[in-house]
């Protein structure tokens, strides 16, 4: 078992998440890896993950992965994934917005013969927990995110209905045929990537899971990034036309 975080300027919330994180894997039965990629921070992120490795002794593997500069989520993700070694790799937003217990939801399906399992906030068994001072922005968040899925199951990933949810899990085959294949290293990258995943024929299945709406996030421009998916919706697209996946190829990619 591989559990990816991705973080960005997180030394807010990245000690409480480690720990949590790093108990959760403690109870896995086999080996467990815990691997964190800094992705540029600029605060004190490397520094908390680095003293919280080196402070673990005898149960998980605690291992830190850093970028010079920020290059974005899709970049990190996929880094962390590609040096995982375990059988079955997840990653998560590293606020845990999504708690422990939906990763168990996840590990659940993947055992149960999905190819990747993704979290799905619009499932019928899924709850919300809302924080009182997010209530502001709640409607128009949920709602433009809704509109922006509908878009991406009319143009690049049919039937999926969260594409965007930030915890994922996959079979370390998966991995390995998919994520050198990807390009887009910003928000937009799990689209490209369930989109390769339906053209390859893999099995995914959408989990229900807890989200904890606790505020607007401050690495997150949400209308600035909404267009910028947007635009990259039409370079999949274009790209696919193009044939530059090379689905048909084995590919072997740089992982830093």
């Given amino acids: 078992m591989s559990l990816v975080l991705p973080v960005f300027d997180g030394a807010a919330f990245l000690q409480r998440s480690l720990a949590k994180s790093y108990d959760w894997l403690g109870r896995r039965a086999g080996g467990a890896e815990l691997i964190v990629v800094d992705d540029g921070s600029r605060d004190e992120t490397l520094a908390i993950a680095r003293e919280f490795a080196a402070s673990r002794g005898d149960g998980p593997r605690v291992r830190v992965l850093a970028s010079a500069e920020n290059r974005g989520k899709g970049h990190a993700v996929r880094r962390g994934l590609l040096a995982a070694r375990g059988r079955l790799r997840l990653f998560s937003d590293a606020d845990l917005t999504y708690p422990i217990g939906s990763f168990t939801q996840v590990v659940r399906a993947l055992r149960r013969g999905a190819d990747i399992a993704v979290a799905c906030r619009v499932h019928e068994d899924s709850r919300y927990v ?44 998966v991995v390995e045929d998919l994520f050198p294949r990807l390009v887009q290293d910003r928000f937009s990258f799990d689209v490209e990537l369930l989109f390769l ?60």
């Fill in 130 to 173: 809302v924080a009182p001072d997010f209530f502001r922005y709640i409607y128009t968040r949920h709602n433009a995110g809704r509109i922006f899925n509908w878009l991406v199951r009319q143009t690049v990933v049919s039937e999926l209905r969260d594409t965007q949810a930030g915890l994922k899990g996959f079979r370390a085959e």
């Fill in 197 to 256: 995943a339906q053209r390859r024929g893999y099995h995914v299945r959408e989990v229900p899971v807890t989200y904890h709406y606790r505020k607007e996030p401050s690495t997150v421009d949400f209308a600035r990034d909404t267009v910028a998916m947007c635009a990259d919706l039409a370079r999949i697209r274009l790209r696919h036309l193009r044939g530059a996946y090379r689905l048909d190829e084995d590919v072997v990619s740089e992982t830093d």
